[in-house]
C-alpha cells in the first residue's frame, strides 16, 4: 500500500492556541453585553461563505448525497465543530430550515458562553444584525437588530468540547438521542437493521476550525501534529452516508483532499471520507496559477 503523502504542515501560531480563543471571545462576551446587536466575528463573511454554505446544503447537497435526497431538513442531525458565536447553526435554522437538532462545539468555554447569551437575544427578538467579518472584528455596529423577529433556538445546543482530546462518546451521545427520534427510518434508509453504522450525525460541518487546529504545535500520543488526527476523529461522528462540509482559508482543495481523503491505516470497515462536492469562490489568477482565496469540500463517509 502507498504510503500517505501529508501536505506540508503550516507554521504554527497564536491563533491555535486555546488561549488565543478565550481571550478573542471573552472580549466579544463584553461587547455583546454593551450592544447585543454585536455578536462577534463571522468567519470568512467577506467570502459570503455562510450564504453559500447554506445554498449548498439546499440546493446542490440533496442532489448528490444520497442520504440528503430523501432526508428533509427538520430530520438532519447537525454538528458544527468550533461553533465560535453559533452564526452558522442560527443561520441554518433562521434560513435553511433546518429545525431538528442542532449542535454547535468548541473547546473554548467563553465562545459557549458568548453563542448561548446570542441564543437567549434573538429568543426574544434582540440581535442578529450585528457582529463583523474576521477583518474587523474590533468595530461594533450600533443599532443594527432592533426589532428582528424572534429566532426558535429550541434544539440548539452549545456545549464545550475538544474535538483532539475529550472522549468522543460525550458528543456521540447526543447524536444517539436523535438517532433513537428517527430510529425506523434510519435503519429503512441504511439497510443495515439498527446497527452502528446508523449512529452519528448527518451533517458534520467546519468553517474554519481545522485550519485553527492546523496552527497549532501541539503533538498527539504518536507524536503527529494534532491536525493529522482530525479527520479520524471526524469519522467517528458521521453516520455512513453523513457529510462533512469544510472550510479553509489556509489550504487549497488539492491539500485539504489530501488531508481527508488521504489515510495511514488500513480502512478496517470504519469508513473513510470520499469527496463529493465543493462550493465555487470568485478565483483569483497570480504568476499564471488560478486560485480562490477560500476552499469549500463536501466529503461523505462510505464503508469500502
Not at 462518546?169 to 433513537?180: A, G, T, W, Y
Request: glycine share 12%.
Amino acid at each position: 500500500m502507498a504510503s500517505f503523502e501529508k501536505p506540508t504542515h503550516l507554521e504554527p501560531s497564536k491563533l491555535g492556541t486555546k488561549e488565543y480563543w478565550d481571550t478573542l471571545y471573552t472580549r466579544e462576551i463584553s461587547n455583546h453585553s454593551s450592544n447585543p446587536a454585536d455578536e462577534g466575528t463571522v468567519w470568512f463573511d467577506d467570502s459570503d461563505a455562510q450564504e453559500k454554505i447554506l445554498d449548498f446544503l439546499s440546493e446542490e447537497l440533496p442532489q448528490i448525497s444520497s442520504r440528503f435526497s430523501r432526508l428533509s431538513p427538520s430530520e438532519a442531525s447537525v454538528l458544527d465543530l468550533g461553533s465560535g458565536n453559533g452564526s452558522l447553526l442560527f443561520a441554518l435554522r433562521s434560513e435553511g430550515g433546518f429545525t431538528g437538532r442542532l449542535v454547535g462545539v468548541d473547546y473554548s468555554s467563553s465562545s459557549v458562553e458568548l453563542s448561548r447569551r446570542i441564543a437567549l437575544a434573538r429568543s426574544r427578538g434582540g440581535g442578529g444584525g450585528g457582529g463583523g467579518s474576521d477583518d474587523d472584528d474590533d468595530d461594533e455596529d450600533e443599532g443594527e437588530g432592533e426589532g428582528e423577529e424572534p429566532l426558535d433556538v429550541s434544539g440548539i445546543e452549545f456545549r464545550q468540547f475538544d474535538l483532539l482530546s475529550d472522549p468522543i462518546e460525550d458528543i456521540q451521545r447526543i447524536s444517539s438521542e436523535v438517532k433513537e427520534q428517527y430510529q425506523d427510518r434510519a435503519q429503512e434508509q441504511d439497510g443495515r437493521g439498527g446497527n452502528e453504522q446508523s449512529c452519528g450525525y448527518d451533517l458534520v460541518l467546519d468553517k474554519g476550525t481545522f485550519d485553527a487546529v492546523s496552527l497549532s504545535d501541539q503533538l498527539d500520543s504518536r507524536g503527529r501534529r494534532v491536525n493529522e488526527g482530525y479527520g479520524e476523529r471526524v469519522l467517528q461522528l458521521l453516520k455512513v452516508g453523513g457529510v462533512f462540509l469544510v472550510t479553509s482559508c489556509n489550504w487549497t482543495e488539492p491539500e485539504l483532499q489530501k488531508w481527508f481523503e488521504g489515510s495511514e491505516e488500513p480502512d478496517g470497515g470504519k469508513g473513510r471520507l470520499r469527496m463529493i462536492g465543493r462550493i465555487d469562490y470568485p478565483s483569483f489568477e497570480f504568476g499564471g496559477v488560478k486560485g480562490q482565496t477560500i476552499s469549500t469540500l463536501c466529503f461523505e463517509k462510505v464503508i469500502v
